[in-house]
Structure formats: structure tokens, C-alpha cells
């Protein structure tokens, strides 16, 4: 069936995946998760998806529109979660500095990582957030309670699988006695060489007392974990500590960019020809530069596909006294001790309708054409009858 579209952009991920679609699918097995990623990115906000014919009741203006289909990969999609997630955030955090740290897992283990997604995942959250909150409660560094914003992020630049987790850290944390807000130095309160140590050594414990319980398996070139893991320790990981982030609106600008951003975005987009794709990606071993990557349409498919999480798995994680079960007592104490006030949600109780007239500063259901009338909204089948 051919489909309509609504469209943004000139070149967008939805024509990648139907340029290839046949053959995609044709020589690679894609699993129940990603192949509705794949169906709902190509139909999103055409035909395919059902849609609306909106009426202006002033002059009789006519606009047709389709559904979105909001699944959490799509690059269309994810504008008003962000928002609305971020404005929920305000009043979650602590309003101090923070800390952006990102910790890594080398190469080698990007194959058992893909084999064992919804484990893997969960160990690293878990292996980061233990090293943190050690490190952080650690005399000779902070010696403090702290927390984390975690997000994670399976993705480099040009696609590839590299699973890392960006987090967000409060500078400073809850004396032990809970009585006193210590603050951290300018520069991250421990050593990231340090927290790399701490983090390698509590990921692969993890992860070999899952293989003791057979819930994980090893990727056919490691026998055993014994080889794996002697490669692992011969190995600097990398934790990266950026410069530190003043005051709560910046924090949330800059998580803003993090929390629900998807592979790649439509606008990275330039070409689409000859069964190639040409993007945009950054060049963090050139500065950052912008470069030109092409590659097949086939390929770059493939690609993202490797990104699409578990079913019901959740990126975005509490730790510490940013966690759910400390919002009233320890994140509360520590407000109390820094004595400034929170920011309040401006979106809460409000429709996503509410929220978009917001933040695009005007009523979405203004007449567009006349500017006086409201386009009244029926839907395509009940307006053809």
C-alpha cells in the first residue's frame, strides 16, 4: 500500500529503512522488538498510522495531519517526552553543581554485551552506581552519601555499538550522621583513574557471578571467562569526568540533549542515493570537527538497529539520595542543609496539548490561514463520511 506522509525533513531515517527494507530483512534476523522499531518508524505520521482532518470553524480552512507512532526509538517522536520529562526533573533536583560522568566499557566486551542486553545493561547501571556511591562515601575522597542521574546510551557517532552511561552527580553529599551538606572540590571529588579501578573490578565480579548462574552466556571466541577476564584487567577503562555544570537550569539544559535522544536524529541526514546514505557525525579524535560519513543504506539499517533496548527496559535511573525511595528523606535533608529553594514543575497536570502551546509560544489549534478561527479535528474516517 502506498503511504502518505507528513515530513520534516528532506531526508529522514524512515527513507533510509524503506530504500532497504526488502533486503534488509531478506539477510538479516532481527528480533520482535526491533522489527516493530523498524514498522514504526516507516509509518510514523503517514497513512499507515491513521489520522485526523482538522477544520478551521472561521473560514473552512482544511488540513490533514497523521499519527505519530511514539515508539521511544523514533527520531520523530520524542520532542514533548523530553520536555516533559525535564520539567519533572526540576523538582527532583538537588540545587547544587553537578558533575557529568561517563563511564565506558572497553571493546571487548561489546559482543557479550549485544548477546545479553537486558542483563549487561543492568550490570553496568549497577556496576557505576556502587562505584560512585563507594567512592563518594570513601573518607579519603568525599566521605560523603552522594547520588546520580543515569542515563544510558548504546551508540557512538557513526553508529556504532558502544554501551556507556552519562550521569549527572550532585557536588557534594549527606554527611554520614545525615546532619551536614559536604561539598565537593571544583574538580570531581575522586580521581576518575580511581573510580576506573573500582569500576572494572565490581563489573566483572557481576558479570562472572551471572555466569556462575548460567543467566548469561560468553560470545563463542571466549571458552571461558577465565581468558575473558584476564584481558579485561590487562585493560584501563575509561570513566570520563567533564567540567561541572552550575546551577540547576544549565543541568537540565544539558540533560535535556541526553535523557531521550535516539541513534541518530533526521537532521543528521543529508543523502540519500544510490542505495547510500550520507551524515553527519562528530569527530571526538578530531575536536569534535563535523564530518561526512556514507556508507549503505543497508548498513546504516543494520546499525541502528543494534540500539533498540529491551522490551520495558528503562534507560533513565535514580541512584543515592537522588533516589526514588530518598525523595522525602535524604534528597529532602540535604535541600534543607544547602538552604536554597527548588525549582517547581511548570507542566505538571498539563495535556500534551497544553504543554506544545507552551513551548512553541502559540495555540496549536489556531486556524493557521485566517488566525482567528480553531481548527475543530475529525477523524479521516468520520470526516470522507
Given at each position: 500500500m502506498d503511504k502518505v506522509f507528513n515530513k520534516r525533513q528532506t531526508a529522514e531515517v524512515a527513507d533510509v529503512f524503506l530504500s532497504c527494507s526488502e533486503d534488509f530483512l531478506h539477510n538479516n534476523h532481527i528480533c520482535h522488538q526491533q522489527q516493530k522499531a523498524f514498522n514504526d518508524i516507516i509509518c510514523c505520521r503517514t497513512s499507515q498510522m491513521g489520522g485526523h482532518i482538522s477544520t478551521c470553524n472561521h473560514c473552512g480552512y482544511k488540513q490533514q495531519a497523521y499519527n505519530s507512532c511514539h515508539n521511544r526509538h523514533c527520531p520523530k517522536c520524542q520532542f514533548l517526552k523530553q520536555e516533559q520529562w525535564v520539567d519533572k526533573?526540576?523538582?527532583?533536583?538537588?540545587p547544587v553543581r553537578y558533575f557529568h560522568i561517563v563511564f565506558s566499557v572497553p571493546h571487548l566486551l561489546s559482543q557479550l554485551f549485544y548477546i545479553n542486553q537486558k542483563l549487561c545493561y543492568k550490570l553496568m547501571f549497577e556496576a557505576s552506581s556502587i562505584a560512585l556511591q563507594r567512592a563518594g562515601r570513601n573518607p579519603r575522597f568525599l566521605g560523603a552519601d552522594t547520588g546520580a542521574v543515569a542515563v544510558l546510551?548504546?551508540?557512538?557517532?557513526?553508529?556504532?555499538y558502544h554501551p556507556h552511561i552519562h550521569m549527572l552527580v550532585p557536588a557534594g553529599g549527606l554527611s554520614e550522621d545525615g546532619m551536614e551538606w559536604t561539598g565537593s572540590p571544583k574538580k570531581f571529588f575522586v580521581p576518575v583513574k580511581a573510580l576506573s579501578a573500582m569500576f572494572r573490578g565490581i563489573l566483572i565480579r557481576l558479570i562472572k557471578e551471572q555466569l556462575d548462574k548460567n543467566t548469561i552466556r560468553l560470545p563463542g571466541e571466549f571458552p571461558d571467562f577465565t581468558a575473558l577476564q584476564k584481558r579485561l584487567y590487562e585493560k584501563n577503562w575509561n570513566v570520563y569526568s567533564k567540567k561541572a555544570l552550575t546551577g540547576v537550569n544549565s543541568v537540565l539544559d544539558y540533560l535535556g540533549r541526553y535523557t531521550h535522544r535516539v541513534a541518530i536524529s533526521n537532521n543528521r541526514i543529508t543523502r540519500i542515493e544510490n542505495g547510500e546514505v550520507t551524515f553527519r557525525y562528530k569527530n571526538y579524535r578530531k575536536k569534535g570537527i563535523q564530518q561526512l560519513l556514507t556508507i549503505s543504506c543497508t548498513e546504516f539499517t543494520r546499525r541502528f538497529m543494534m540500539h533498540i533496548l529491551p522490551k520495558g527496559f528503562y534507560k533513565i535511573r535514580y541512584y543515592g539520595i537522588l533516589a526514588t525511595a530518598n525523595i522525602n528523606t535524604k534528597r529532602q535533608q540535604a535541600i534543607a542543609l544547602i538552604g536554597k529553594s527548588i525549582l517547581l514543575p511548570r507542566f505538571e497536570g498539563l495535556n500534551a496539548y497544553e504543554v506544545y502551546r507552551i513551548l512553541r509560544g502559540k495555540d496549536p489549534a489556531r486556524c493557521p490561514?485566517?488566525?482567528?478561527?480553531?481548527?475543530?479535528?475529525?477523524?479521516?474516517?468520520?470526516?470522507?463520511g
Amino acid at each position: 500500500m502506498d503511504k502518505v506522509f507528513n515530513k520534516r525533513q528532506t531526508a529522514e531515517v524512515a527513507d533510509v529503512f524503506l530504500s532497504c527494507s526488502e533486503d534488509f530483512l531478506h539477510n538479516n534476523h532481527i528480533c520482535h522488538q526491533q522489527q516493530k522499531a523498524f514498522n514504526d518508524i516507516i509509518c510514523c505520521r503517514t497513512s499507515q498510522m491513521g489520522g485526523h482532518i482538522s477544520t478551521c470553524n472561521h473560514c473552512g480552512y482544511k488540513q490533514q495531519a497523521y499519527n505519530s507512532c511514539h515508539n521511544r526509538h523514533c527520531p520523530k517522536c520524542q520532542f514533548l517526552k523530553q520536555e516533559q520529562w525535564v520539567d519533572k526533573l526540576k523538582g527532583r533536583l538537588i540545587p547544587v553543581r553537578y558533575f557529568h560522568i561517563v563511564f565506558s566499557v572497553p571493546h571487548l566486551l561489546s559482543q557479550l554485551f549485544y548477546i545479553n542486553q537486558k542483563l549487561c545493561y543492568k550490570l553496568m547501571f549497577e556496576a557505576s552506581s556502587i562505584a560512585l556511591q563507594r567512592a563518594g562515601r570513601n573518607p579519603r575522597f568525599l566521605g560523603a552519601d552522594t547520588g546520580a542521574v543515569a542515563v544510558l546510551h548504546t551508540w557512538g557517532q557513526t553508529l556504532s555499538y558502544h554501551p556507556h552511561i552519562h550521569m549527572l552527580v550532585p557536588a557534594g553529599g549527606l554527611s554520614e550522621d545525615g546532619m551536614e551538606w559536604t561539598g565537593s572540590p571544583k574538580k570531581f571529588f575522586v580521581p576518575v583513574k580511581a573510580l576506573s579501578a573500582m569500576f572494572r573490578g565490581i563489573l566483572i565480579r557481576l558479570i562472572k557471578e551471572q555466569l556462575d548462574k548460567n543467566t548469561i552466556r560468553l560470545p563463542g571466541e571466549f571458552p571461558d571467562f577465565t581468558a575473558l577476564q584476564k584481558r579485561l584487567y590487562e585493560k584501563n577503562w575509561n570513566v570520563y569526568s567533564k567540567k561541572a555544570l552550575t546551577g540547576v537550569n544549565s543541568v537540565l539544559d544539558y540533560l535535556g540533549r541526553y535523557t531521550h535522544r535516539v541513534a541518530i536524529s533526521n537532521n543528521r541526514i543529508t543523502r540519500i542515493e544510490n542505495g547510500e546514505v550520507t551524515f553527519r557525525y562528530k569527530n571526538y579524535r578530531k575536536k569534535g570537527i563535523q564530518q561526512l560519513l556514507t556508507i549503505s543504506c543497508t548498513e546504516f539499517t543494520r546499525r541502528f538497529m543494534m540500539h533498540i533496548l529491551p522490551k520495558g527496559f528503562y534507560k533513565i535511573r535514580y541512584y543515592g539520595i537522588l533516589a526514588t525511595a530518598n525523595i522525602n528523606t535524604k534528597r529532602q535533608q540535604a535541600i534543607a542543609l544547602i538552604g536554597k529553594s527548588i525549582l517547581l514543575p511548570r507542566f505538571e497536570g498539563l495535556n500534551a496539548y497544553e504543554v506544545y502551546r507552551i513551548l512553541r509560544g502559540k495555540d496549536p489549534a489556531r486556524c493557521p490561514k485566517c488566525n482567528i478561527g480553531i481548527m475543530v479535528r475529525y477523524a479521516l474516517d468520520e470526516a470522507s463520511g
